[in-house]
């Protein structure tokens, strides 16, 4: 029999709780909800972290490469020849693999994982409605090189982009639809399986989206986090990333809703183009024979813990959407165990009968899908950002360092009791009776240092050259 195809799907700052049959009923999305019925949502799924502030980049190369994030080329702007990649495995193993949209690890990545594509862009954000794109180029060159002014009303400066063609008026989310839909019916009942990667923009921002969407949502009522904050607890650089540019600081609650309306518009829009997706995966008569992935490439705090962007590790920030369907998968299943978005490749390989590349460090979670009461999933999450921020999370507490400086006005330590504050607003780590809880803690967190060979950060300032276990904040 033919193996199974596979339809990847990932989208660009969706959080974790974005999804209405999770359990959000303030969100519309009957699409992914389809999904969840359809098949296994991974409650406790997790990026890695990120090694700069673009973390899509470094998240998407842990998802094409299955290595965490100290183990990745130019912080995953190049994955390199002995990195096999996903689609790279696919290919290699009798499939024809597409790609579609977004790809942020460089252009010879690309070229050698895929023997399709269309609407190609080579970047990290864009106009959604003027997304400038490449065509499959067979030579794998990729180089149509266009000068273009992002921000002309402030600046003069030109940025040299990868293009070949716009579609001026048509929104992000809609042109990569049309394309992949296209090119799913292109490679239906065909003798050779297809991997599709489907990597959209949306709900990145700037947020905006058809009229009808941004309607269905007024900020009025739309419920506060919990967790909001007018400030961030740390004096970590604040301004230095571009996220936390996007609203007044301090940060204002009725702007705050207004932020979360246009985000889950977007959500929402982006729902609809991939239900279309969905139906013409439907009518292509692959439906029975497709495992179906959903994910996001990382969180967004968008007002909680006064943060908006995915700078950082709370679980607003690391914590992803992850949804497995198709044959052999059980339906309308949640699962909590810990896996990371680097797991997911050498999962794939499992459910599809593919040799894992020697260069893959993740763990598959295949048994889970298989139902193997036997499997013995993660136990501890390890989680980074930049230099500045270490954390580790087990099934009851969580602890966040931040080091920014020498001085004890630059550590802050950070203890949580997920079962009882899953949303992260008591700090427990001056109290004393946790003092042993937090030195043990520690102690994992450089064990796990060790395991994923972190040594210096890529730009070269260590988060550790900073970090005393025994000693801070106690």
Not at 21 to 42: C, K, Q, W, Y
Not at 199 to 227: G, Q, S, V, W
Not at 389 to 396: A, L, M, N, S, T
Request: proline share 6%; with cysteine; aromatic share 12%.
């Amino acid at each position: 029999m033919k193996k199974p195809n596979v339809l990847f799907i990932v989208t660009d700052d969706q959080r974790f709780d974005t999804i209405r049959a999770l359990g959000n009923e303030e969100i519309s999305t009957p699409n992914l909800d389809r999904l969840v019925h359809r098949g296994m949502s991974f409650t406790n799924a997790h990026i890695a972290g990120g090694t700069c502030g673009a973390v899509c980049m470094p998240s998407r190369a842990m998802i094409m490469t299955g290595r965490n994030p100290f183990r990745l080329e130019e912080l995953g702007g190049n994955i390199p020849p002995e990195q096999k990649t996903l689609a790279e495995t696919f290919r290699q193993n009798g499939y024809e693999t597409i790609g579609l949209g977004k790809w942020h690890n460089g252009c010879p990545a690309y070229a050698r994982s895929f023997t399709q594509g269309a609407k190609i862009f080579f970047g990290g954000m864009w106009d959604h409605w003027n997304v400038p794109t490449c065509r499959y180029d067979q030579t794998g060159e990729y180089d149509n090189v266009i000068n273009f002014v992002v921000d002309f009303y402030s600046e003069n400066k030109t940025q040299k982009i990868h293009c070949d063609e716009f579609e001026p008026g048509k929104h992000s989310s809609e042109l990569l639809t049309d394309a992949a839909i296209d090119l799913l019916r292109k490679n239906s009942g065909k003798d050779k399986p297809f991997f599709l990667y489907l990597a959209y923009l949306a709900p990145h921002d700037p947020r905006t989206m058809p009229d009808h969407f941004r309607k269905m949502y007024k900020a009025e009522d739309i419920t506060l986090p919990e967790n909001f904050r007018e400030v961030i607890e740390t004096n970590y650089p604040l301004m230095v990333h571009r996220d936390e540019h996007l609203a007044a600081y301090p940060r204002n609650p009725d702007e705050i809703r207004e932020q979360i309306a246009d985000y889950y518009a977007m959500i929402t829009h982006l729902d609809y183009e991939i239900g279309r997706l969905l139906d013409a995966l439907n009518e292509s008569g692959e439906e029975e024979n497709t495992i179906i992935v959903f994910t996001g490439d990382n969180g967004l705090a968008l007002g909680q813990h006064g943060w908006m962007g995915k700078e950082d590790i709370y679980e607003h920030g690391v914590r992803i959407p992850l949804i497995f369907s198709g044959p052999g998968i059980p339906e309308n299943e949640t699962d909590d165990s810990f896996v990371y978005l680097f797991d997911v490749f050498p999962t794939l390989c499992g459910l599809t009968g593919i040799e894992v590349p020697s260069s893959v460090e993740g763990k598959s979670f295949a048994p889970l899908l298989r139902k193997d009461n036997g499997f013995k999933a993660r136990e501890e999450l390890y989680i980074i950002f930049d230099e500045y921020v270490r954390g580790i999370k087990d099934r009851e507490f969580k602890l966040i360092e931040y080091r920014n400086g020498d001085s004890e006005e630059d550590k802050w330590t950070f203890l949580y009791n997920l079962r009882e504050d899953p949303n992260e607003t008591v700090n427990l780590a001056n109290n004393p009776e946790y003092k042993e809880k937090i030195i043990q803690m520690r102690k994992r967190m450089l064990t796990m240092r060790e395991a994923w060979r972190e040594r210096e950060h890529p730009w070269g300032v260590s988060f550790w050259t900073r970090f005393r276990p025994e000693t801070d904040n106690l």
